[in-house]
């Protein structure tokens, strides 16, 4: 009789031993495959306003970040200026600031992601990262006094207890302007992208230096569409508090990252979209809960930090001789594959999204073609996708580092923005015009917001 659940596994080089086969079969998974069309998918995906050929880097900027937005931090920098200084003593050299202030404030900061400079008071030195161009529009000390003020909401209102209150209006506007701007494609992934330093300062950095540096207080996870790279929602979740909600319950606790993915595809369901998934989201409660909704998914599946519940314990052991290159081994249950596939270590895959039988290939510049299932091949194209994005974007995030949490927060969103501002603009007739790289496009839109330059195109 087959022992208490909680028992070890029987070794896998016994093959008379068919009870695990049967207790998979009981709960519905089965070695025998068969063939499933792929998910219906009409939308076309892309931007849902045509923007005129001659529209600059602020005009698509303003798409997120408009000046409706903008004025409102300058209500809320004011109103907490006002109520600073009633609380701890006037402060002479305030003047109220203005919306050409705010702009300009902008684009000092957004100069930083360009430069990569830490400091933006580096601008009004007289050392590498000075400008003098720039420095002339405000001087340091105005844009001191601005940067101490700063705010997008001053107040906390009596039913807030949300962390994150200074900015969630900020996020939730930037989220709506996402979700009207641009229409995603079939296929996204769900990942945290590399946001914290630029790739030469971990090449260079100490250890110390990095586990100094790697104390934020939040984590930011995000929908991407994997054709584009264009963020289509952004989740941020604080690590405050070591309740069932802090972040270091996070890292071991499937449940948080459920949430997590639930939070981020809330207003996916019924598109038939096809979500990539890393091995911490990844489990079969999650898929099968998300299928009913009409999204599907694939992941990648890690014994170790996946939540396993529900899957066969036989696919989940390591034979004891390792297979050839490229041998898989597949189980369905209802649409669900679970996919073991071998390539010098054992890759395992969930998903929903792509028939069993369809077979694929992974292609390797020294060992030539390996054979694999068609969502393994798929899974790796995404993933790879992603990487790239990572390489090319990320070193545009703003890199002024600010100590309060939601400033923080704050500037990464800024980045985003700007990120995919640009991924608009090279999707329009703008860019046939005038084909600027991301680092052109980060310096005109700073010219733009500093008013240096006339937003419309020389003829």
Not at 48 to 64: G, I
Not at 163 to 186: I, T
Request: proline fraction near 7%; include cysteine.
């Amino acid at each position: 009789p087959p022992g208490p659940s909680g028992a070890a596994p029987p070794p896998p080089r016994a093959p008379d031993a068919q009870e695990p086969e049967e207790d998979e079969a009981g709960a519905g998974w089965s070695a025998a495959l068969r063939d499933r069309p792929p998910p219906r998918f009409e939308d076309t995906g892309g931007p849902t306003r045509k923007m005129p050929p001659s529209a600059s880097a602020v005009d698509f900027f303003q798409l997120f970040v408009p000046d409706n937005v903008l004025k409102n931090m300058v209500v809320q920098t004011n109103m907490y200026a006002k109520k600073f200084q009633e609380r701890f003593g006037s402060d002479g050299a305030w003047v109220e600031v203005t919306l050409t202030e705010m702009k300009a404030f902008l684009g000092y900061m957004i100069s930083t992601s360009i430069s990569h400079c830490e400091s933006v008071l580096s601008i009004w030195s007289s050392g590498f990262y000075s400008n003098r161009s720039l420095a002339l529009v405000m001087s340091q000390a105005r844009f001191e006094k601005i940067l101490k003020y700063f705010h997008v909401v001053a107040f906390r209102s009596s039913q807030t207890t949300h962390g994150l209150y200074k900015v969630q209006p900020f996020l939730d506007s930037l989220q709506n302007s996402f979700d009207s701007a641009f229409r995603p494609s079939q296929t996204q992934v769900l990942h945290e992208p590399l946001i914290d330093e630029d790739p030469v300062f971990i090449a260079t950095c100490t250890e110390r230096e990095l586990r100094k540096r790697k104390k934020r207080k939040f984590s930011l996870w995000v929908r991407q569409c994997s054709s584009t790279g264009f963020i289509i929602q952004i989740y941020v979740h604080l690590k405050e508090g070591g309740g069932p909600d802090g972040l270091d319950a996070l890292k071991n606790k499937p449940q948080l990252h459920s949430m997590v993915a639930r939070s981020l595809c809330r207003n996916a369901a019924g598109k038939n979209y096809i979500i990539f998934t890393g091995p911490s989201i990844t489990s079969l409660t999650l898929f099968e809960e998300f299928e009913k909704q009409g999204i599907y998914c694939c992941g990648l599946l890690s014994v170790r930090k996946s939540d396993c519940t529900g899957l066969p314990l036989s696919m989940l052991t390591n034979p004891a001789t390792p297979p050839a290159r490229g041998q898989y081994q597949i189980k369905m249950k209802g649409n669900m594959s679970l996919i073991c596939w071998y390539n010098k270590g054992h890759f395992r895959f969930l998903t929903n999204a792509y028939s069993p039988v369809q077979q694929g290939v992974i292609i390797k510049r020294k060992s030539g073609e390996i054979p694999c299932p068609l969502a393994v091949e798929a899974f790796a194209a995404h993933l790879s996708y992603i990487c790239r994005y990572d390489d090319k974007y990320s070193k545009y995030f703003i890199s002024h580092k600010p100590n309060k949490t939601w400033q923080q927060v704050f500037w990464f969103a800024i980045s985003i923005a700007i990120n995919n501002a640009y991924i608009l603009y090279k999707m329009s007739d703008a860019y046939h015009v005038k084909r600027y790289s991301r680092a052109q496009f980060g310096e005109r839109l700073v010219r733009e917001l500093l008013g240096l330059e006339d937003a419309s195109p020389t003829h």
